[in-house]
């Protein structure tokens, strides 16, 4: 996506309101040409999330689902060679030092927050400028104690520089789910409660209270919230940091009412006056469009893919060069959806989209020909997706 790729998040095994990438169907099992990375043994940890930065770097969280090792590599050469990164003392999953959060934002800096798994456990956050070789403790998630809940809630990290970011907690409630927004402005050393929506009536400029949402900034001011819920999901923008929220229109997508769910997948990517973003609709089938604006994300339309209803995963290289992936086939259009082009992958894929906040895509096109896709496994192509290398993660 031609935004600062190292902003996109690539996500695995969460748990209830995660991203879920399935195992590839059938192709998975076999053998992969991919370059190994390092001199490290396969070991008992499982990828937990993938955060690529450009085509050429990423970064891994990985984690033993019994609950011992844990940690987190970095590559610079897509793939090729790996370096085990994780912070001092995280190594293991010992009481208050479980990873339970990840951020990148290029191959240079991140941010890991750890702590206990109870109900309003400190959650610590450390952070690297160097890509890994030195981590420092700036601070702490906030935490956001709701009155309809009896539980306390963290947040997912979120950031757009080194200084600046957002930690979203989203206290769920039946149908429904409230939002607390904190913002920092010194790398997450100190936060501040700039948003809050709740069950009984919103401030004015503040986001619904219906419906599940997915906060995700692209500039210091800027971020978008897509909503899924079982009607036409709205789409609200904030140009403030998030203080305030402007509903944008939605066109309702073709074929009638939706009684079964829909939701926008991914932050709208938005240059000059054209963007774009994926849209998927549950039911049987799934479908999936992509919405389009040509006045700076003012109002919405879709854009539906040619060919039977089918649930796509969508994501924009640029508002008008996008790449939609189900199982093994890719649909390529360099021109907003004008034409299509089709590709065959050597790899059959089974992936779809939950909420996380924010929502991380689960494939991701760094340019036309370079793209990574995140499954149990992780795979890189470099001819535009005809063929999906896995790349061997260290600890995996």
């Given at each position: ?72 590599a970095r590559t610079v050469n897509g793939g090729k060679t790996w370096q085990r990164v994780t912070p001092p003392g995280l ?49 702490q998630e906030p935490l956001t104690t709701v009155s309809y809940s009896s539980y306390t809630y963290d947040c997912g990290l979120d950031f757009v520089s080194a200084s600046v970011g957002w930690c979203q907690a989203e206290p769920a409630f039946v ?222």
């Amino acid at each position: 996506m031609a935004r600062p790729v190292a902003r996109r998040l690539l996500s695995l095994s969460l748990a209830s309101c995660a991203v879920l990438a399935a195992a590839p169907a059938g192709a998975l099992a076999a053998p992969s040409s991919a370059a190994p990375s390092s001199a490290v043994a396969a070991g008992s940890q499982s990828l937990r999330q993938v955060w690529p930065a450009g085509a050429n770097g990423a970064w891994a969280w990985t984690e033993d689902l019994n609950g011992r090792p844990q940690g987190v590599a970095r590559t610079v050469n897509g793939g090729k060679t790996w370096q085990r990164v994780t912070p001092p003392g995280l190594a293991e999953q010992t009481a208050g030092k479980v990873i339970t959060g990840f951020f990148a934002l290029g191959t240079r800096d991140a941010w890991v927050t750890y702590g206990g798994i109870d109900n309003a456990a400190t959650q610590h956050i450390t952070a690297t400028t160097d890509g890994g070789r030195h981590w420092t403790v700036v601070g702490q998630e906030p935490l956001t104690t709701v009155s309809y809940s009896s539980y306390t809630y963290d947040c997912g990290l979120d950031f757009v520089s080194a200084s600046v970011g957002w930690c979203q907690a989203e206290p769920a409630f039946v149908g429904s789910e409230g939002v607390a927004l904190y913002r920092t402005t010194d790398g997450g050393r100190h936060w501040r409660r700039i948003s809050t929506t709740g069950p009984n009536g919103n401030k004015t400029g503040s986001l619904p209270w219906a419906c599940d949402k997915d906060i995700q900034f692209s500039t210091t001011s800027t971020g978008w919230a897509g909503f899924a819920c079982p009607k036409v999901a709205p789409l609200y923008e904030t140009t403030n940091g998030g203080r305030t929220w402007i509903k944008r229109e939605v066109t309702a997508p073709p074929g009638g009412p939706i009684d079964s769910g829909s939701g926008f997948t991914g932050q709208p990517l938005v240059s000059g006056s054209r963007g774009a973003v994926g849209y998927t609709i549950s039911g049987r089938p799934l479908k999936s469009l992509v919405y389009v604006s040509t006045d700076s994300g003012t109002a919405w339309r879709p854009v539906t893919p040619p060919g039977q209803p089918e649930g796509w995963v969508a994501d924009a290289i640029s508002p008008a060069s996008w790449r939609l992936v189900d199982g093994d086939h890719i649909l390529a259009t360099n021109n907003a959806g004008k034409t299509w082009r089709a590709i065959t992958s050597n790899v059959t894929f089974d992936i779809y989209y939950a909420f996380d906040d924010p929502t991380p895509p689960v494939v991701d096109f760094a340019t036309s020909q370079v793209g990574w896709i995140a499954s149990t496994s992780l795979w890189r192509t470099t001819n535009g997706g005809k063929t999906w290398r896995r790349m061997a993660v260290p600890g995996t």
